[in-house]
């Protein structure tokens, strides 16, 4: 069974660029999360969807952050414009139904370096 | 304060010890409670959930004490496979649920 893939895996811009992560999520997963990881610390959940709907978005920096996930499968997330302290990697995960006792998958990551 | 709390480390050991992590977290809401293990510069993968009634899984226990809202993860006979960092995870609420991470706990296993 595939995983979930993340592109790209690697990224460098200058601040007040923007900036785009692709993720796709394991086939038939209804819910889709996109972290934010900084270095030393715990993945931090920026926004969660279930299907194309948005469960929670509360921690998302909405001046700068968007992301959506058409047709319920694919998503993106993207910053603009981006700032050095969103240098982070940035995790996509998925889970089959959207209950809380659901195992996260996570993608390999994006590892965002902002100069 | 962090709603999800962990022993900062990182916790050095030799091979074949027993170490104990502990997690603490502050709203009474949470309902669900996970270990992920992440392997430096890799992505968190499940390692076990954690049940009111304690679950073993080989040389891994997890504990999870409501009333004190702390969880605990113990490895028993550590390898050096063991190395990596050790994310405790809180889902609070039912229908739209929030996952929360600590910001993990740094283990090294040494022969």
Request: charged share 20%; hydrophobic share 35%; glycine share 8%.
């Amino acid at each position: 069974e595939a995983g979930v893939a993340q592109s790209p895996r690697y990224k460098i811009i200058e601040k007040r660029q923007s900036v785009a992560f692709w993720c796709n999520p394991i086939s038939g997963h209804a819910t889709l999360y996109w972290y934010q990881q900084i270095l030393g610390q715990g993945p931090k959940l920026l926004i969660q969807f279930q299907n194309n709907g948005v469960v929670d978005d509360s921690q998302l920096p909405k001046d700068r952050f968007s992301a959506e996930r058409l047709k319920g499968v694919d998503s993106t997330l993207k910053i603009q414009p981006a700032k050095l302290e969103d240098s982070a990697v940035y995790l996509c995960a998925s889970s089959w139904y959207g209950q809380n006792t659901d195992t996260q998958y996570f993608g390999p990551g994006t590892r965002l370096t902002v100069l | 304060r962090k709603e999800v709390e962990q022993d900062p480390g990182p916790f050095n050991v030799p091979e074949g010890a027993t170490v104990a992590f502990n997690c603490t977290y502050s709203n009474s809401a949470s309902q669900s409670f996970f270990w992920y293990r992440q392997d430096c510069r890799k992505e968190p993968k499940l390692l076990m959930s954690v049940y009111s009634s304690g679950n073993e899984d080989g040389r891994f226990t997890a504990q999870l004490n409501r009333a004190s809202q702390y969880i605990s993860l113990l490895i028993r006979d550590s390898k050096l496979s063991d190395s990596a960092t050790y994310l405790c995870v809180v889902n609070r609420g039912t229908g739209g649920f929030k996952t929360i991470f600590g910001a993990g706990t740094r283990l090294f296993v040494k022969a």
